[in-house]
Every structure is written in structure tokens, then in C-alpha cells.
């Protein structure tokens, strides 16, 4: 991997405290939004690759959610597509996981032909590749495999991580145990290969040498894994940043999982709260329900304020619909950023 141009200080602009986040740690380029799910994680994801891409900085945004939920904010069919071009400086890319895996599947079966010299991969052994590929290791690897293509090609400024659920993205970023979970899969594989021997050995024709491909398959996947985990546990260069919504469940999970983080030793940026109904409302005529809401939330920010203190980087209020498309995206960007264009990309 080569080692990649670092943008230089007061490059982005940009007037709030997430903004100075990103200005003040010009090194962090790897952004993730974490988060229990539907809380806005693809939506700041958007925002940001939007803004930064303002900034003049190349940007992908990519995720590896099977619901497209990229395709759904750009309003454009970005699904298993590579990245796809959005704005000047902008790519979206949304991995098909499902894909991946047909693909690995298939890497296994011709490894296997090649190996035992077979014309057709015998019934038992395809029928142990089908029952693998159902096993949830089988798909946190693939899904693992392609975000290191995608990161180690280092093809952009900024890489935003569109991140599923909290749960998931933990696993993600909690690289041992990623690493482990590799390990295990194909040392699991090697004895089911043993087992199968016998099977293939009836048909074999020759022997090739099973132990050495197995082992630099091994290395190869943990080359692989450390430049991926140095990259995405990074102090230095990785910003998380979690998302959170001014709701007291919410805010208990959001405090469990910060938790967890700093045992694994993930750098957490700081916490931005969405949907945050203003406050101004209550001095019009509204409903109750509303009114209620109102002070409901006004207690969970004061809450998080005492938590999270200076942490709290960011409140975005409640908008009047979904966030779908460029100009509100572009509305989220300015509420989490400031204005859209700094000085520096202007000029
Ligand atoms: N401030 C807001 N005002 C109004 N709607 C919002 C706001 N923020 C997010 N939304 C909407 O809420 C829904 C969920 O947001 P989003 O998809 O960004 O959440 P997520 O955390 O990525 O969800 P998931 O966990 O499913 O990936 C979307 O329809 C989005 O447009
Ligand atoms: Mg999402």
C-alpha cells in the first residue's frame, strides 16, 4: 500500500464542531457513523461525503447493507455496481455480498478441481460448500474480503464506511476477532478437505501439494487482515463517530456500546444527536403529544450533554420528510457542517 498524500491543515471549512473534528485531524480520512439501526447513520454518511466532496476532496461512500439504502438516499441504482459517480469528487458504492460469496464458492470448487485433478466437484463436497456458504462466518468474510479491496486500493481522499447496526459494526471493527473467525474458517475447511480425502482420493489422480496452497492462502488472508485492521483501528487516522437520537433506550445502548468501543479500542470522534425536535415549537399551538415530545427530549439532551459532554458535536433537528436526494442531503450537510463551500475549495 502506498503511503497517501495527507491534506493539508484549515484545507476544509466549515464553522462547526463536527467540521472542526474533520479540519483539526486532517490525517483521519476512514469516517464511520455507528448506531442502532434507522437512527441516521447512512444519511450523516451521505451528508458528509457530500460536504467533503464540496471541499474538493475524492470521496467514496460505501456500504455492504443488502437493503441498498445508498441507492435509496442518491436516488440512484448503485447496488453491486462498483463505485458509481454522484457529484464531482463524490463515488457510492454498495457491495453485494451475495455476490461475494457465489464468487468464493466458486474459488473453493476450482481450488478443489485443481487440486484432486476432478473434472466435476463431487456431490458431497458441493454439498459441503452449500452448507458453508449458509454459515454467517461464510458472509462476514466475503463482506469482510471486499471492504479490504476497497480500502487497501487507496484510490480516495476520504473513505466513509456506511455502517450497518451497531451489533454488526462492532464485529466489523473488532479486526481480532475478524481475524480469528478467518482462521478458523479455513482451518475448518483444511480438516473437512481431510475428511473428504478419502472421498476424493477414489477419483484422484494425482497429488498436488494441499498443505502449502492451504498455508499461502493463510498468509496471503493475513497480510490481508493486518493491513485492513491497522487501517480501520487506526487512532490516528480513522474518526467514528456515533449517532444518536434524544431518546432515554437509546441513549443507554449508545453508553453500553461506547463502552465496548474503548475496550476494543476504537477511537470514538463523538456523538451527533438526530432528530431533535425544536424547541421554538412549544411556544406555538401544538398538540400535546407534541408538546410532551418536546419536553421528553429536552430531559435526554440534558442527560447527554452530562455524559457526553463536549463530545456532542452535532444536533440535527427532526426535518419535515425523509432524506432522499441531493438538495436534502445537502440540507443535512450544512446542519452538521456549516456552509457547503470553505474558502479553500473556492479558490
Ligand atoms: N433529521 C431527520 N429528519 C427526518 N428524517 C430523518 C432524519 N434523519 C434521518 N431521517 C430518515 O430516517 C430514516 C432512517 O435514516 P437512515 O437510513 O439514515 O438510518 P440508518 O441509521 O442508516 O438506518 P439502518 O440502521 O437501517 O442502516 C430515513 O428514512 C431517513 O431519511
Ligand atoms: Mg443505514
Redesign the pocket.
Known amino acids: 500500500m502506498t503511503i497517501q498524500e495527507v491534506p493539508a491543515p484549515g484545507a476544509l471549512g466549515g464553522s462547526t464542531p463536527l467540521a472542526a473534528a474533520l479540519r483539526d485531524h486532517p490525517e483521519r480520512r476512514y469516517i464511520m ?1 455507528g ?12 451528508a458528509t461525503a457530500v460536504w467533503l466532496a464540496a471541499q474538493g476532496k475524492r470521496v467514496l461512500v460505501f456500504s455492504v ?1 443488502p ?1 441498498a ?1 445508498l441507492s ?2 442518491f436516488e440512484r441504482d448503485i447496488f453491486g455496481k462498483g463505485p458509481v459517480k454522484i457529484t464531482d469528487n463524490l463515488w457510492a458504492q454498495e457491495i453485494d455480498a451475495d455476490r461475494h460469496i457465489k464468487e468464493y464458492q466458486q474459488e473453493i470448487r476450482q481450488k478443489i478441481l485443481d487440486m484432486y485433478g476432478l473434472d466435476e466437484v463431487p456431490q458431497e463436497i458441493e454439498d459441503y460448500i452449500q452448507a458453508a456458504s449458509a454459515e454467517p462466518a461464510m458472509e462476514e468474510s466475503a463482506i469482510f474480503d471486499s471492504v479490504v479491496d476497497i480500502v487497501v486500493a487507496g484510490d480516495y481522499d476520504y473513505y466513509i464506511y ?4 451497531l451489533g454488526h459494526a462492532l464485529y466489523y471493527l473488532s479486526m481480532a476477532k475478524v481475524y480469528d473467525e478467518w482462521i478458523a474458517k479455513i482451518t475448518r475447511l483444511r480438516e473437512e478437505m481431510r475428511e473428504y480425502e478419502e472421498v476424493a482420493a477414489r477419483m484422484r489422480r494425482q497429488k498436488e501439494a494441499e498443505e502449502d496452497q492451504i498455508l499461502a492462502e493463510l498468509q496471503y488472508i493475513r497480510g490481508r487482515i493486518n493491513a485492513a485492521s491497522r487501517i480501520l483501528t487506526d487512532r490516528e487516522r480513522t474518526a467514528f463517530f456515533f ?1 444518536l437520537i434524544p431518546e432515554q433506550m437509546i441513549l443507554v445502548d449508545t453508553s453500553a456500546a461506547a463502552e465496548l468501543f474503548a475496550k476494543f479500542d476504537v477511537p470514538v470522534g463523538g456523538y451527533v444527536v ?2 431533535v425536535i425544536p424547541e421554538e415549537l412549544g411556544r406555538q399551538e401544538i398538540p400535546a403529544y407534541l408538546r410532551n415530545r418536546i419536553v421528553m427530549q429536552r430531559g435526554e439532551l440534558d442527560q447527554i450533554e452530562r455524559l457526553f459532554g463536549t463530545d456532542v458535536l452535532g444536533l ?9 436526494g441531493l438538495p ?1 442531503i445537502e440540507r ?1 450537510a450544512t446542519l452538521l457542517y456549516g456552509e457547503a463551500r470553505s474558502a479553500a475549495s473556492a479558490a
Open positions: 457513523f448506531g442502532k439501526g434507522g437512527l441516521g447513520k447512512t444519511t450523516f454518511s451521505a447493507d437493503q439504502s435509496d438516499i456506511d455502517l450497518v447496526p449517532v438526530n432528530r440535527v433537528p427532526e426535518l419535515e420528510r425523509d432524506v432522499t436534502m443535512v
